[in-house]
């Protein structure tokens, strides 16, 4: 595989895609992989969150009760997933993180006193990471056409890649490829739900692979 002109940074992996070549950003994504991982598993007393639908609530945190079905949740979340997608696609095209800050204030529960939750803070900071690591690397015409393949992305055209449930957390990952794109182009947006003592389950965090 052909390198660009500069020497890649230590911590990058290039791939070539249709559009040009794209410099993927694996900044702290190990360590950000692994905190969510251990704080997920932390469960807390209490939290305020939104009234519990019958599957997941999207009126305030992203909710859902002690007994759900995983096929049921992760279809539900597919609509969130590709909305996450052009979000991002569009910070990567402005270098503004507004929207997915946003999202993260509604949607993520917020940490307390109490309790071990990761916060709109910790997650908000990573995302911001992530978005100026991968501006740093490409060029604008590169990003400009990433974006714009990515905002094309639909619910039905989001792929369920993994979901899994643990002893108090459960995780849904989705991933999308742009038909522009060959594998190195795809992106995955990553769900961690934490259950609390009451049963329900809440959204904690939101990465994307």
Known sequence: MKKSGSK???????SMIVAGTLILSSMGVGAETQAATNKTQ?????????????????????TYPKKFSMKKVTSELKPEAAKLIKIYGNSLNTGKTTSFNS????????HGKNDFFLGH?????????K?????????????????????????SKVEVYDTYKGKG??????QYRPKEFDAFGSIAIKFSFTQLKNGKYVLEYLYYL
């Not at 803070?121 to 990471?129: A, G, I, Q």
């Open 8 to 14: 890649l940074k230590k911590g990058m992996v290039m």
């Open 42 to 62: 932390q469960i807390t007393k209490s939290a305020a969150v939104t009234q519990v639908a019958a599957t997941v609530s999207k009126k305030g945190v992203l």
């Open 103 to 110: 999202y993260v204030n509604k949607h993520v529960v917020e």
């Open 121 to 129: 803070k910790y997650t908000n900071d990573n995302y911001s990471r």
């Open 131 to 155: 978005i100026k690591g991968m501006r740093k690397v490409n060029s604008k015409k590169i990003l400009s056409t990433y974006s714009k393949a990515l905002n094309k992305v639909s619910t």
């Open 169 to 174: 957390f459960a995780t849904f990952t989705y």
